[in-house]
Nanobody, 121 residues
């Protein structure tokens, strides 16, 4: 059974940092494209960052230079390091896995339950 479990969310002040983790099991995560998405209340789910099986990364323009996606294949864990957080980064953050590596949610077959990030000004 495929499982993705996020952790590391919380409440921080603007300018702060958080590191999200996504523990995966039930499939060979190293073969999949992994992504981080976020969804704020009343807004559409948006892609934040992706990392493919070769370790190539892509980022949404809104987080470039502030967020870093990485993975540890030995630990089957995906990470999202977030620095210089802004109030507009407030959202539920989800990790996802898929055989394709697109920037939008339909590329991904497996999803975690989400972890809340709240940034106060």
């Amino acid at each position: 059974q495929v499982q993705l479990v996020e952790s590391g969310g919380g409440s921080v002040q603007a300018g702060g940092s958080l590191r999200l983790s996504c523990a995966t099991s039930g499939y060979t995560s190293s073969s999949y494209c992994m992504g981080w998405f976020r969804q704020a209340p009343g807004k559409k789910r948006e892609g934040v960052a992706t990392i493919d099986s070769d370790g190539n990364t892509k980022y949404a323009d809104s987080v470039k230079g502030r967020f870093t996606v990485s993975k540890d294949n030995g630990k089957n864990t995906l990470y999202l390091q977030m620095h210089s957080l802004k109030p507009e980064d407030t959202a539920m953050y989800f990790c996802a896995a898929g055989l394709g590596c697109g920037a939008t949610a339909e590329w991904y077959s497996y999803w975690g339950q989400g972890t809340q990030v709240t940034v106060s000004s």
